[in-house]
């Protein structure tokens, strides 16, 4: 993988890759944590409506008499997994955002990702103490502390091999 690892190096630094991987995820951190709420509250009625909705019938478009029992089970698996892959990018986005030292970037990736607000927001959110390009900085250096948190945990690797 893009392992950046030199021989003896202690501290990995994330590519270039990643460190746009790391911005993707975080951009989509409330929208997975949303899916996930509603996973959690709602999954019995998922599975019903999977079952008798038609949105099994319609798994595999050719074939004429589906078995809409066999593709509600496989809508609710697939359902799952995409909780389960959801959890673990969430948790370990948390984990590196908490690991971030630089109180003023920890809270701009906060406000900007973690709770979800739009660059403008975030901007005023910072309006008394700091310029705007120094937000738009301590961003990106909260995405670099991010994504070289994941490299070292491993994160990449496991994100790859489930694809």
Same mark, same amino acid.
Do not use: C, P
């Given at each position: %993988?893009? %392992?950046?690892?030199?021989?003896?190096?202690?501290?990995?630094?994330?590519?270039?890759?990643?460190?746009?991987?790391?911005?993707?995820?975080?951009?989509?951190?409330?929208? %997975?944590?949303?899916? %996930?709420?509603?996973?959690?509250?709602? /999954?019995?009625?998922?599975?019903?409506?999977?079952?008798?909705?038609?949105?099994?019938?319609?798994?595999?478009?050719?074939?004429?008499?589906?078995?809409?029992?066999?593709?509600?089970?496989?809508?609710?698996?697939?359902?799952?997994?995409?909780?389960?892959?959801?959890?673990?990018?969430?948790?370990?986005? #948390?984990?590196?955002?908490?690991?971030?030292?630089?109180?003023?970037?920890?809270?701009?990736?906060?406000?900007?990702?973690?709770?979800?607000?739009?660059?403008?927001?975030?901007?005023?959110?910072?309006? #008394?103490?700091?310029?705007?390009?120094?937000?738009?900085?301590?961003?990106?250096?909260?995405?670099?502390?991010?994504?070289?948190?994941?490299?070292?945990?491993?994160?990449? /690797?496991?994100?790859?091999?489930?694809?």
């Amino acid at each position: %993988m893009a %392992m950046a690892w030199g021989q003896g190096e202690l501290f990995a630094q994330a590519s270039e890759k990643e460190i746009q991987r790391t911005k993707f995820l975080l951009s989509k951190y409330v929208y %997975m944590k949303s899916l %996930m709420s509603d996973f959690e509250n709602f /999954e019995r009625d998922l599975k019903q409506v999977a079952i008798d909705g038609e949105a099994a019938r319609r798994i595999d478009h050719e074939d004429l008499h589906a078995d809409k029992t066999a593709n509600a089970a496989i809508l609710i698996e697939k359902r799952r997994w995409v909780y389960q892959q959801y959890n673990f990018y969430t948790r370990q986005l #948390y984990r590196a955002w908490a690991l971030i030292h630089d109180t003023e970037a920890r809270e701009a990736i906060e406000y900007r990702y973690i709770k979800g607000h739009s660059f403008k927001e975030t901007i005023l959110f910072f309006r #008394y103490g700091i310029s705007e390009s120094a937000v738009r900085r301590k961003i990106v250096e909260g995405i670099k502390t991010i994504a070289n948190t994941l490299n070292l945990i491993g994160f990449f /690797e496991q994100a790859y091999e489930d694809f």
